[in-house]
T-cell receptor, first 114, second 115 residues
């Protein structure tokens, strides 16, 4: 079975500050990992994903995440927060061959302050 | 990139009526689509996995007869909420798997309000 834990349901940063959203996963097989962003009353937009290969993954809008197998983590970072980054962020895991279902974390609401 | 169109974006219906939500993959074939439900300020809960040409696979606790899923073609899956009640009010989101590009593409969601 797979699961995702996102530490911190709410994160607040100042504009221009580093953004760090934490995600830990459990999976019985090598995981595929995803970060999605959701704006109010909208669907989910893919920020980035890790499947195989390079463990540092770069995504859209300046976000990146690093897959650390030893720590079972896939934390999302952005060097400098922008007001438009304020949204809900979801980490998700899927297992190839496991029905390809995505399992989501509980989400982290990012607030960006002036 | 891959696009999934979901309609309607908002719907208000009377208690006891049925509502159909459509999810279309516009530029790719989606053999598998997923239906999620999201309560306010909560995560997405998978309701069912829809495979083209076969019966949907429902998650534990999801009523099959209440949430009817049809995936008759490679580009269209529908979710029908039958005999809707106020407790069915929620945000429903579909997702399609693009085997060629990999990954999952989400629809924009449907806000269902049952009055």
């Amino acid at each position: 079975a797979q699961s995702v834990t996102q530490l911190g349901s709410h994160v607040s940063v100042s504009e221009g500050a580093l953004v760090l959203l934490r995600c830990n996963y459990s999976s019985s097989v090598p995981p595929y990992l995803f970060w999605y962003v959701q704006y109010p009353n909208q669907g989910l937009q893919l920020l980035l994903k890790y499947t195989t290969g390079a463990t540092l993954v770069k995504g859209i809008n300046g976000f990146e995440a690093e897959f650390k197998k030893s720590e079972t983590s896939f934390h999302l970072t952005k060097p400098s927060a922008h007001m438009s980054d304020a949204a809900e962020y979801f980490c998700a895991v899927s297992e190839e061959g496991g029905g390809n279902k995505l399992t989501f974390g509980t989400g982290t609401q990012l607030k960006v302050e002036l | 990139g891959a696009v999934v169109s979901q309609h309607p974006s908002r719907v208000i219906c009377k208690s006891g009526t049925s509502v159909k939500i459509e999810c279309r993959s516009l530029d790719f074939q989606a053999t598998t689509m997923f239906w999620y439900r999201q309560f306010p300020k909560q995560s997405l809960m998978l309701m069912a996995t829809s495979n083209e040409g076969s019966k949907a696979t429902y998650e534990q606790g999801v009523e099959k007869d209440k949430f009817l899923i049809n995936h008759a073609s490679l580009t269209l899956s529908t979710l029908t909420v039958t005999s809707a009640h106020p407790e069915d009010s929620s945000f429903y989101i579909c997702s399609a798997r693009d085997l060629n590009r990999g990954g999952y593409t989400f629809g924009s969601g449907t806000r269902l309000t049952v009055v």
